[in-house]
């Protein structure tokens, strides 16, 4: 089983700010990482798939990097409705998911 | 516009089983894997399974082998998770989500409860 870690467990901003996020995987997953964000009572919403494409509707301050084990998710520029949290995912069975990264305003 | 759309609440007993039932709409049901996923309380997303409406063939995680049974009723495009010998652990809300490369659509889920 593919193991991802995120990192930072948590992470502080205020609006305006950059974040970036990490997701680390246990053996290469080559580009075949998920980002979601998901908001307190709702179910998780697809932001970037294959590493680095964003989902349709998805803004352009969300941009992914990355391939082989280590990908980063950045948000250029914090609006209020990006304080969530942030879990990757990746493709290899079985499917895994990272522990997730809770992005609060500072 | 797809939508994917779960059946209600469940409270249980330990012991006692669920079946949760997850509606498709808005595209062709056959071409899509649909997979569930569950969040325990506070806690983070972890994958179950997934069926292929097409043929109805399954793959399940390694935890959930000999508990879980995914189902599809393409009459109806819907499809069922059944999970069995509850125990309170299992409380959490059941989503399912169809897959291309990811998850692009989810239901908003299904909370199960088990309590005696």
């Known amino acids: 089983e593919i193991v991802l870690t995120q990192s930072p467990a948590t992470l502080s901003l205020s609006p305006g700010e950059r974040a970036t996020l990490s997701c680390r995987a246990s053996q290469s997953i080559s580009s075949y990482l998920a980002w979601y964000q998901q908001k307190p009572g709702q179910a998780p919403r697809l932001l970037i798939y294959?590493?680095?494409i964003r989902a349709t509707g998805i803004p352009a301050r969300f941009s992914g990097s990355g391939s082989g084990t280590d990908f980063t998710l950045t948000i250029s520029s914090l609006e209020p409705e990006d304080f969530a949290i942030y879990y990757c995912q990746q493709r290899s069975d079985p499917i895994t998911f990272g522990q997730g990264t809770r992005l609060e305003i500072k | 516009q797809v939508q994917l759309v779960h059946s209600g609440t469940e409270v249980k007993k330990p012991g006692a089983s669920v079946k949760v039932s997850c509606k498709a709409s808005?595209?062709?049901?056959?071409?899509?894997?649909i997979h569930w996923v569950r969040q325990a309380p506070g806690q983070g997303l972890e994958w179950m399974g997934m069926i292929n409406p097409s043929g109805g063939s399954t793959t399940y995680a390694q935890k959930f082998q000999g508990r879980v049974t995914m189902t599809r009723d393409t009459s109806t495009s819907t499809v069922y998770m059944e999970l069995t010998s509850l125990r309170s652990e299992d409380t959490a809300v059941y989503y399912c989500?169809?897959?291309?490369?990811?998850?692009?659509?989810w239901g908003q889920g299904t909370l199960v409860t088990v309590s005696s």
């Open positions: 989500a169809r897959s291309t490369t990811s998850f692009d659509y």
């Open positions: 808005g595209y062709t049901f056959t071409m899509f894997y």
């Open positions: 294959d590493a680095s």
